[in-house]
């Protein structure tokens, strides 16, 4: 397999400033010598994601990952190893070179991707320039600016148009020598009709990852039949439900603000970013996702949903209400007046208007509770009932104990009803739902247990300089532990290659416990206040256990020996011999122990 050489490696980590990596991710506060965020892995109300810059790794105490830069932004990406060591020497600007064997399947995707990217690039500044200098992109254009689209805004977003005739962009794109066969997994053209491009007489959206680049595009119809918007199919650079609209242009903004507004649709956003809420982003012709909700929470826990308020937006509403619970957001409602959407809105009231609107927002428990009392509303027992059946889905997605009890006391003074019997009635609810626990096997992973022994594993892994100074009276028989066994090689296999400290400790160290045990006592600086003593302390410990071991052996041997069995292969007396020297080494230890 092709990789990246150990040396090249241990540069572009070295030159990857960890914490301006974690923060395109996460908000970060400084907390003396680490920064401290919420954890993007898992939902949380409270910090416990901690980034050590000075020995370059970060590490959760709630869900227990951690590593260095590589691994973060592996996980943040789901990607690969060397696709996240591709990225970060991109961000670094350090040139890549590739040993071993070519894997051409891998370099052949790649370059479809790459080529990908260019593609849609370049066909984003011809649909622009269609809309903007071409006759044929004139009605579109016209149409932009009657829904109050500045043409900074117009230029901001890079819309464009797609012409009419729907075989020219396939001729077009075959006399730039595109190949038949690449145009073909574009997603730019029908499956069915190879010639026919899926974009005709539409206004188009570019449409970003969030590193910016473009991978697809969204159209709006602008005349006849056919559906209002379409999107790209998805393909090897796009997956509808991992992106949002926006995102790209949105993301420091959200940062800034720790929010985000989520609308319907691609105008809808456009709309608040033309009125200065440059915090607004919209899924991609689909229902809001998990993905995308996990995708919001990794640059704010604020979520503010503008959708329609019909039947449908309402419903679309609660279903991201559940799914901003469940990723650790905090969901508000935005209802525009009029049952107007924003773009429609802003079309009719102007821009600062709606930024004024934007403003007024109700906790989605307000909401919730107002949909309930149309249901309450029928009256009696059967209304209570109603409503009740209505808002306890909703108060089960609450992670928080607290929250659910806040909410169950509003509900009840809310509908005039006992809070007692409100709790009952939940409670019945949870249980109806709730799965039996699975039936526990021998096969279930044994977790690794901490002790003495691992904490002496840790120390050294956290201070390198104290692995390099006591490896030469240390040897991994010494570590019972299977596991423990295999960490004290991981830390050898680190020193040999020069690449020392707790990150990478954790990376070489196959037993993912041990791993995070070693990252989590160094994120607490567990052994930062003597480490040398500590470390002194309990390589005596181990060394002194280690050959009590061996004398207990000894003596057993000696104590069963045969000089007709055993003198061919030892006498009694280098038996004995060895035992006094072992009783000599465990003296030492003693007096130096003693002497501390």
Same mark, same amino acid.
């Given at each position: 397999?092709?990789?990246?050489?150990?040396?090249?490696?241990?540069?572009?980590?070295?030159?990857?400033?960890?914490?301006?990596?974690?923060?395109?991710?996460?908000?970060?506060?400084?907390?003396?010598?680490? &920064?401290?965020? @919420?954890?993007?892995?898992?939902?949380?109300?409270?910090?416990?994601?901690?980034?050590?810059?000075?020995?370059?790794?970060?590490?959760?105490?709630?869900?227990?990952?951690?590593?260095?830069?590589?691994?973060?932004?592996?996980?943040?990406?789901?990607?690969?190893?060397?696709?996240?060591?591709?990225?970060?020497?991109?961000?670094?600007?350090?040139?890549?070179?590739?040993?071993?064997?070519?894997?051409?399947?891998?370099?052949?995707?790649?370059?479809?991707?790459? +080529?990908?990217?260019?593609?849609?690039?370049?066909?984003?500044?011809?649909?622009?320039?269609?809309?903007?200098?071409?006759?044929?992109?004139?009605?579109?254009?016209?149409?932009?600016? *009657?829904?109050?689209?500045?043409?900074?805004?117009?230029?901001?977003?890079?819309?464009?148009?797609?012409?009419?005739?729907?075989? &020219?962009?396939?001729?077009? @794109?075959?006399?730039?020598?595109?190949?038949?066969?690449?145009?073909?997994?574009?997603?730019?053209?029908?499956?069915?009709?190879?010639?026919?491009?899926?974009?005709?007489?539409?206004?188009?959206?570019?449409?970003?990852?969030?590193?910016?680049?473009?991978?697809?595009?969204?159209?709006?119809?602008?005349?006849?039949?056919?559906?209002?918007?379409?999107?790209?199919?998805?393909?090897?650079?796009?997956?509808?439900?991992?992106?949002?609209?926006?995102?790209?242009? *949105?993301?420091?903004?959200?940062?800034?603000?720790?929010?985000?507004?989520?609308?319907?649709?691609?105008?809808?956003?456009?709309?608040?970013?033309?009125?200065?809420?440059?915090?607004?982003?919209?899924?991609?012709?689909?229902?809001?996702?998990?993905?995308?909700?996990?995708?919001?929470?990794?640059?704010?826990?604020?979520?503010?949903?503008?959708?329609?308020?019909?039947?449908?937006?309402?419903?679309?509403?609660?279903?991201?209400?559940?799914?901003?619970?469940?990723?650790?957001?905090?969901?508000?409602?935005?209802?525009?007046?009029?049952?107007?959407?924003?773009?429609?809105?802003?079309?009719?009231?102007?821009?600062?208007?709606?930024?004024?609107?934007?403003?007024?927002?109700?906790?989605?428990?307000?909401?919730?509770?107002?949909?309930?009392?149309?249901?309450?509303?029928?009256?009696?027992?059967?209304?209570?009932? +109603?409503?009740?059946?209505?808002?306890?889905?909703?108060?089960?997605?609450?992670?928080?104990?607290?929250?659910?009890?806040?909410?169950?006391?509003?509900? *009840?003074?809310?509908?005039?009803?006992?809070?007692?019997?409100?709790?009952?009635?939940?409670?019945?609810?949870?249980?109806?739902?709730?799965?039996?626990?699975?039936?526990?096997?021998?096969?279930?992973?044994?977790?690794?247990?901490?002790?003495?022994?691992?904490?002496?594993?840790?120390?050294?892994?956290?201070?390198?300089?104290?692995?390099?100074?006591?490896?030469?009276?240390?040897?991994?028989?010494?570590?019972?532990?299977?596991?423990?066994?295999?960490?004290?090689?991981?830390?050898?296999?680190?020193?040999?290659?020069?690449?020392?400290?707790?990150?990478?400790?954790?990376?070489?160290?196959?037993?993912?416990?041990?791993?995070?045990?070693?990252?989590?006592?160094?994120?607490?600086?567990?052994?930062?206040?003597?480490?040398?003593?500590?470390?002194?302390?309990?390589?005596?410990?181990?060394?002194?256990?280690?050959?009590?071991?061996?004398?207990?052996?000894?003596?057993?041997?000696?104590?069963?020996?045969?000089?007709?069995?055993?003198?061919?292969?030892?006498?009694?007396?280098?038996?004995?011999?060895?035992?006094?020297?072992?009783?000599?080494?465990?003296?030492?230890?003693?007096?130096?122990?003693?002497?501390?």
């Amino acid at each position: 397999m092709k990789r990246i050489p150990e040396a090249l490696v241990r540069d572009i980590v070295s030159r990857s400033d960890i914490v301006g990596v974690v923060k395109e991710y996460v908000r970060l506060e400084k907390r003396g010598a680490r &920064w401290l965020g @919420l954890c993007p892995f898992h939902n949380e109300k409270t910090p416990s994601f901690n980034v050590n810059p000075e020995r370059g790794f970060f590490y959760c105490f709630g869900c227990k990952k951690g590593g260095d830069v590589v691994t973060f932004v592996k996980e943040i990406e789901k990607c690969g190893y060397v696709e996240a060591l591709e990225r970060l020497a991109d961000r670094a600007g350090i040139p890549l070179r590739y040993e071993g064997v070519d894997d051409a399947a891998a370099d052949d995707e790649k370059k479809r991707r790459d +080529a990908i990217y260019e593609l849609y690039e370049r066909l984003a500044g011809s649909f622009h320039h269609l809309l903007t200098e071409d006759a044929r992109g004139k009605p579109a254009l016209d149409y932009a600016r *009657a829904r109050g689209l500045s043409d900074e805004v117009i230029a901001s977003f890079r819309l464009g148009y797609a012409p009419g005739d729907r075989t &020219w962009l396939r001729r077009f @794109l075959l006399g730039k020598s595109y190949s038949p066969e690449f145009l073909a997994s574009s997603g730019l053209f029908s499956a069915k009709y190879p010639e026919v491009c899926i974009f005709s007489d539409r206004l188009m959206f570019p449409i970003h990852d969030a590193r910016g680049r473009c991978v697809a595009f969204g159209g709006r119809l602008l005349a006849g039949d056919g559906p209002k918007y379409i999107n790209s199919p998805e393909t090897s650079v796009f997956r509808k439900h991992e992106n949002l609209f926006g995102l790209s242009k *949105a993301a420091k903004s959200i940062r800034d603000h720790g929010r985000a507004v989520l609308c319907e649709g691609y105008m809808d956003a456009i709309a608040f970013h033309a009125a200065g809420v440059d915090y607004a982003v919209a899924p991609l012709g689909t229902s809001f996702t998990e993905t995308q909700a996990a995708v919001v929470k990794r640059y704010a826990d604020t979520v503010v949903l503008s959708f329609d308020t019909d039947q449908a937006g309402v419903k679309a509403a609660e279903r991201a209400i559940g799914l901003a619970e469940k990723a650790g957001l905090t969901a508000l409602v935005l209802k525009i007046p009029d049952g107007k959407d924003p773009a429609e809105f802003a079309q009719k009231y102007g821009h600062e208007r709606l930024k004024k609107e934007a403003e007024s927002t109700i906790t989605a428990e307000e909401f919730l509770l107002g949909n309930a009392a149309v249901a309450f509303s029928r009256g009696g027992t059967e209304g209570v009932a +109603a409503a009740f059946s209505y808002l306890f889905p909703f108060i089960a997605e609450y992670t928080s104990e607290l929250r659910r009890d806040a909410f169950l006391e509003t509900a *009840a003074s809310r509908f005039s009803v006992d809070p007692a019997s409100v709790r009952a009635d939940f409670a019945r609810f949870l249980d109806r739902g709730r799965p039996r626990p699975p039936t526990r096997t021998d096969t279930t992973e044994k977790a690794f247990t901490p002790g003495p022994d691992a904490e002496l594993l840790a120390a050294l892994a956290c201070h390198p300089a104290l692995y390099a100074q006591f490896r030469a009276v240390l040897d991994p028989s010494f570590f019972e532990d299977e596991a423990l066994r295999s960490g004290y090689i991981a830390l050898e296999e680190c020193f040999r290659r020069d690449d020392p400290g707790p990150a990478a400790a954790a990376a070489a160290i196959q037993d993912g416990s041990l791993s995070a045990f070693v990252l989590d006592r160094a994120a607490t600086g567990a052994y930062d206040a003597d480490p040398q003593r500590f470390v002194a302390d309990g390589v005596l410990r181990l060394k002194e256990q280690a050959i009590k071991k061996r004398v207990q052996k000894l003596v057993a041997r000696i104590r069963d020996y045969d000089e007709g069995r055993d003198g061919d292969e030892v006498s009694l007396n280098e038996l004995l011999y060895e035992k006094m020297h072992l009783d000599g080494e465990l003296t030492a230890i003693k007096d130096e122990r003693n002497g501390r």
